[in-house]
């Protein structure tokens, strides 16, 4: 008889991680939704200004790390 063996897999997440993605892209990506819609009066900018807005910033800190440790 064959028998299975079942696998389990756990994530996890640190709570940095958890605390990273609530400030970035929550809080700054609601902000730059609401400032972009009160400038333009247009939910379609304010949503793609969140967007690219937060893309931004995450990028930029990304090149800034790499930068950093040269």
Same mark, same amino acid.
Request: net charge positive; with cysteine.
């Given at each position: 008889?064959?028998?299975?063996?079942?696998?389990f897999?756990?994530? /996890? =997440?640190?709570?940095?991680?958890?605390?990273?993605?609530f400030?970035?892209?929550?809080?700054t &990506?609601?902000?730059?939704?609401? %400032?972009?819609?009160?400038?333009s009066?247009?939910? /379609? =900018?304010?949503?793609?200004?969140?967007?690219?807005?937060?893309?931004?910033?995450?990028?930029? &800190?990304f090149?800034?790390?790499? %930068?950093?440790?040269?």
């Open positions: 008889m064959k028998t299975e063996q079942s696998q897999v756990f994530y /996890l =997440i640190e709570s940095s991680a958890i605390k990273q993605f400030l970035l892209d929550m809080l &990506g609601t902000g730059l939704y609401y %400032l972009c819609k009160f400038c009066s247009s939910i /379609l =900018i304010g949503m793609i200004g969140s967007v690219v807005g937060v893309e931004g910033i995450r990028r930029a &800190g090149m800034i790390r790499n %930068l950093a440790s040269r």
